[in-house]
């Protein structure tokens, strides 16, 4: 299973950019899907997150400028990211807790998996 991270770039302050990211390999179900971001030298933190069912959260710094989304069907989580910042300059990752059914007989065995996008950079200059 692994996650596949497009949409960095680079952009104006004030300008919008879409990160997408696609999980493949077998995989039953997909829990909570999110975005990280991390600076050379600081923690990685959590930017945004949605559970299966579509509820976001969103971490202070971003609340009212991104939108997080997912397509279930398509394993797909997006970030869209508006009126941006020189502050938002980051590699964002793509994370994502995976289940995976095994059956044997009528016994079935779950296999979860939390796994990450290999990170896209996003520069906003000002």
């Known amino acids: 299973v692994q996650l596949q991270a497009s949409g960095g770039g680079l952009v104006q302050a004030g300008g919008s950019l879409r990160l997408s990211c696609v999980a493949s390999?077998?995989?039953?179900?997909?829990?909570?899907m999110g975005w990280h971001r991390q600076v050379p030298g600081k923690r990685r933190e959590l930017v945004a997150s949605?559970?299966?069912?579509?509820?976001?959260n969103y971490a202070s710094a971003v609340k009212g400028r991104f939108a997080i989304s997912r397509d279930n069907a398509m394993n797909t989580v997006y970030l869209q990211m508006n009126s941006l910042k020189p502050e938002d300059t980051a590699v964002y990752f793509c994370?994502?807790?995976?289940?995976?059914?095994?059956?044997?007989?009528?016994?079935?065995?779950?296999?979860?998996?939390?796994?990450w996008g290999q990170g896209t950079l996003v520069t906003v200059s000002s």
């Open positions: 390999g077998p995989i039953s179900k997909i829990n909570d």
């Open positions: 994370n994502a807790d995976t289940v995976r059914y095994e059956y044997n007989g009528y016994d079935r065995h779950t296999v979860r998996h939390d796994i």
């Open positions: 949605i559970t299966e069912d579509g509820e976001p």
